[in-house]
């Protein structure tokens, strides 16, 4: 007499499907991580644009200023004052440039905290969405599986 080999495969698939999957969690918090990624990228692309205009400005200031340094003199102490101004002039503008950086910098350690501390939320709730709902298909899948 041969012994009945068990079917694993149906008794997978039967266990399986009494404890059905939701991904809308998963879609859920894929559509968060989306939605701060966006953000952060025009955090960071605005960030970026206004160093670019700070850094463009600063050059051309300075080009500018290198103008008159480099202009012929008729005296030797005229290229000594040129320097001289040229260097104080540097000197202001360099000072106003970092002044420009450091306030973009802020601006872009603010709305990062205030992105984080969304997304944190949002994850949070997500999270807490998920589990609720698991919770309740595997109570009912349990209680299912338990009356038969």
Do not use: N, R
């Amino acid at each position: 007499m041969a012994a009945k080999q068990a079917d694993y495969t149906k008794m997978m698939k039967d266990m399986l499907g009494a404890f059905p999957v939701d991904t809308s969690a998963m879609t859920e918090a894929f559509k968060t991580q989306a939605s701060f990624a966006d953000k952060m990228s025009k955090v960071v692309l605005d960030a970026a644009e206004k160093s670019t205009e700070i850094s463009a400005g600063w050059t051309k200031a300075t080009i500018g200023k290198l103008g008159t340094v480099s202009v012929a003199k008729d005296e030797p102490a005229d290229y000594t004052k040129a320097m001289t101004d040229f260097a104080s002039a540097q000197a202001e503008m360099s000072s106003e440039s970092l002044a420009a950086f450091a306030e973009v910098a802020k601006k872009v350690q603010m709305d990062t905290v205030e992105l984080m501390m969304a997304a944190g939320k949002d994850m949070g709730e997500d999270a807490t969405k998920a589990v609720k709902k698991a919770t309740d298909e595997m109570t009912a899948a349990a209680k299912k599986a338990t009356a038969k």
